[in-house]
């Protein structure tokens, strides 16, 4: 009985608060937070920008902010570096596109998305050629499928994850309709085999791919799916697809700043993302895209002729050499790498919260991130069984169950969190009330993601219990008003089209 007591006592003290208090002290990144605006509950519950009054203390305590996969918190550099560039254009106006200030570190506007291409590449992998900073994600995406979606009459499918982002469908469709096809035909998607966990491997999609290969153009497949938070193995399945001959695309959006990524090496031959998730760029903040080396070459020995050649692709006149740009001829001639494939002037003005962010990125590595995160992530899904299975033992019945996988190589920082039916909207009321953010998928879902950039084990201390007793309390709520629903697997066995 005492050696039991005494193994109680340590796992005790393994998932105590004085445990994550520890990790944080020993975490070699602890001190990003600092480069972070962090809301206050206060913050988060009142109707003003302003404060007014007085609150009490533990109102103006920090929100435990865990919601980096669908909008990352403002580092504290991006008032600064807006503010310098609106300096820069009061007092310079048009000649502020080709002027450098002594006191700014911000670029001339005409070279600032350069600048950003060459601080985002080392974050995916990338040459700064191969990196440009334009647009938003779809319109990129829109872009990207202009010049690598070629169909011919034999091979014009295109492959795509069934749970895709909304977005990723509606573009892949237009491009079939674009084309006079039907999307019903055009478009094969790769659904889960195994309902419960709403997961694809990467033996299922390469085995996608050996089916279809003869007839398809193109694929296009996250790199961190955003549903489940599933980490798609990109270098293995682009090289499957590039045995075949099969162009392979990526959405990154939930995987930049995420994940460590090797696009050159893995030989990826394009990609998109946003920047307004875990690289922190504000809302709908200008977006990025990868197009390998490989694509982006121009030929111009035969420009005396007036031939250039090079990728065909959708142009603008940013996208032309730079050398030549201002004598307004009508020969395009793009720039080398993904910078050519840019259309329009991108605004210098929604690249510079981009650029603090940036900076903060610049302190450390990727690797570092991604080691910081997996513990993160790794100590969430360990409280969070913990309580789980605390929770059979108290006359409760299991209340949720983690639907991202178990294995820390395939999966981001996110945690999808599938919730008995519903629980959802209870538990989300009290979460916002004691100031915790995430965000919800319905039915439910709920997505957890401590962004290890500001992010503290003590963040994730704190929200699992918050979250055990709001499951609690909501399920007893429930019972009592005669409004209890089925168990766990109810909806989630009837099958992936409920899900979705």
Same mark, same amino acid.
């Given at each position: %009985?005492?050696?039991e007591s005494s193994l109680h006592e340590r796992a005790g003290r393994e998932h105590s608060r004085e445990k994550a208090v520890a990790l944080d002290?020993? +975490?070699p990144l602890q001190q990003l937070r600092s480069e972070f605006i962090i809301p206050t509950k206060n913050d988060l519950k009142r109707n003003t920008l302003a404060k007014k009054g007085h609150s009490d203390q533990n109102e103006e305590a920090p929100s435990i902010y865990l919601c980096g996969n669908s909008l990352g918190l403002q580092p504290r550099r991006t008032p600064d570096v807006v503010a310098a560039h609106l300096e820069a254009w009061?007092?310079? !106006?048009?000649?502020?596109? &080709?002027?450098?200030?002594? +006191? *700014?570190?911000l670029p001339a506007f005409v070279h600032i998305d350069e600048i950003a291409a060459q601080r985002t590449a080392p974050i995916v992998g990338a040459s700064a050629s191969e990196v440009a900073i334009m647009e938003t994600l779809t319109a990129n995406l829109h872009l990207m499928m202009a010049s690598f979606y070629r169909p011919t009459a034999t091979k014009y499918k295109i492959i795509l994850e069934g749970k895709a982002f909304p977005s990723d469908h509606f573009a892949v469709e237009s491009q079939t309709r674009h084309h006079g096809l039907d999307p019903t035909d055009a478009v094969v998607l790769i659904e889960p085999t195994d309902r419960r966990r709403a997961t694809i491997t990467t033996s299922q999609i390469m085995t996608v791919i050996d089916e279809h290969a003869s007839a398809t153009a193109l694929i296009l497949l996250p790199g961190v799916q955003y549903y489940t938070g599933q980490h798609l193995d990109i270098s293995t399945i682009t090289a499957h697809a590039h045995s075949h001959g099969i162009i392979i695309g990526w959405d990154l959006a939930h995987a930049v700043g995420n994940v460590e990524l090797h696009l050159h090496d893995w030989d990826v031959d394009f990609a998109v993302w946003c920047s307004y998730k875990y690289l922190? !760029?504000?809302?709908? @903040?200008?977006?990025? =895209? &990868?197009?390998? !080396?490989?694509?982006g070459q121009v030929d111009k020995t035969g420009m005396g002729g007036g031939k250039v050649e090079y990728r065909h692709r959708l142009s603008g006149w940013w996208g032309g050499d730079k050398a030549t740009r201002f004598q307004m001829g009508n020969q395009f001639v793009p720039i080398p790498g993904a910078a050519g494939f840019q259309v329009g002037n991108p605004s210098a003005l929604a690249i510079c919260p981009l650029l603090a962010s =940036?900076?903060? &990125?610049? =302190?450390? *590595? %990727? *690797?570092?991130i991604r080691k910081k995160s997996i513990e993160l992530t790794s100590y969430l899904e360990e409280l969070l069984r913990r309580s789980d299975s605390e929770g059979a033992t108290d006359g409760t019945t299991q209340l949720y169950r983690i639907i991202t996988p178990a294995n820390p190589a395939e999966r981001g920082a996110q945690l999808s969190i599938l919730l008995k039916p519903g629980l959802l909207e209870g538990v989300m009321t009290d979460l916002e009330d004691q100031g915790v953010v995430v965000d919800e998928r319905k039915p439910d879902v709920i997505r957890v993601a401590p962004a290890p950039l500001y992010n503290s084990f003590r963040d994730v201390w704190d929200f699992v219990n918050i979250?055990?007793? @709001?499951?609690?309390?909501v399920e007893k709520g429930a019972v009592q008003h005669g409004e209890g629903s089925a168990a766990l697997g109810g909806t989630d066995d009837k099958g992936w089209s409920q899900i979705k």
């Open positions: %009985m005492a050696q002290a020993s +975490d009061a007092t310079k !106006g048009v000649l502020g596109h &080709f002027k450098n200030h002594e +006191d *700014s570190e922190n !760029g504000g809302p709908g @903040a200008i977006a990025g =895209l &990868f197009v390998h !080396g490989k694509h =940036l900076e903060v &990125f610049g =302190l450390t *590595s %990727m *690797s570092a979250f055990r007793l @709001a499951c609690i309390k």
